[in-house]
């Protein structure tokens, strides 16, 4: 099985998630997808301390931050 990930970074304080796109791509659906003129078909999500929302729609995934020094751990 082929792990994909995405690394998540809040701009107001610095916290780091490591995100397994298997428990973020079920909240990517159809009906909370957001669609405008300028940017197209698209998801918006808001990253909060402990949770991941997607707008329209309000799926959430709880998450928890690594830390900071988790990078140099995974190489």
Known sequence: MVKIGLIFNR??????????????????TKENMIVNKREGEHWKMDIWKNKIV???????LHVV???????????
């Open 54 to 60: 997607l707008r329209n729609g309000g799926k959430t």
């Open 11 to 28: 701009l107001s304080d610095g916290t780091n998630y490591f995100i397994d796109m298997n428990a973020l791509f079920p909240l990517f």
């Open 65 to 75: 931050p690594n830390e900071k020094e988790w990078i140099s751990k995974m190489l």
